[in-house]
């Protein structure tokens, strides 16, 4: 009789490990705090009510050719994707170029808005909330510029 017990607990241990795998193994349906504003804003015709922008724009390169390519977007492509609002009506490798913005934000807390882009550049507006002080876009500049990620950059005042 005892054996028939331990075939029943292992039985049962058996399912519940079974289902704790299948579980954990699952995809990955959530972003985290950080990814969430760059691929939020991205989605956005800014400014809106919610999320204004500065004035003068950055110029970036990024050191890998594949990230340029990923973030590749003329203005007129880039607002028809906005006008969707989702995901799914941008290119499916953007959203390796947006993991590099996602990067940029964790390292130094500037959160970028993509205005137009070509193989070898991107040019950038930050992006902030209207009821936040305008971010110091040329203290921005400096400490993008001096990561190791980016190979050229340069400032447009917006004058």
């Known amino acids: ?6 075939l029943k ?12 795998v ?3 193994c699952g995809p990955k349906t959530g972003m985290d705090d950080a990814e969430q504003p760059v691929f939020q804003i991205d989605q956005l015709q800014l400014p809106t009510g919610n999320w204004a922008l500065t004035s003068s724009a950055i110029q970036l390169s990024f050191c890998r050719d594949r990230t340029n390519e990923a973030l590749m977007a003329e203005q007129d492509e880039l607002n028809r994707w906005r006008l969707v609002g989702e995901q ?7 959203r390796e170029g947006l993991q ?3 990067e940029l934000y964790q390292a130094h807390d500037v959160l970028l808005y993509q205005l137009s882009g070509n193989f070898g ?5 930050i992006a902030y909330r209207p009821n936040q002080p305008e971010p110091n876009v040329i203290e921005a500049f400096a400490k993008i ?3 190791s990620r980016i190979c050229f950059s340069s400032l447009d005042d917006g004058e």
């Open 145 to 147: 510029g001096r990561d």
């Open 9 to 20: 607990a292992l039985h049962q241990s058996l399912l519940l490990t079974s289902f704790f």
């Open 22 to 24: 299948l579980v954990g």
């Open 121 to 125: 550049a991107q040019w950038y507006r």
């Open 100 to 102: 590099q913005l996602v």
């Open 1 to 6: 009789m005892s054996s028939y017990f331990k």
């Open 88 to 94: 799914s009506a941008f290119p499916q490798n953007r």
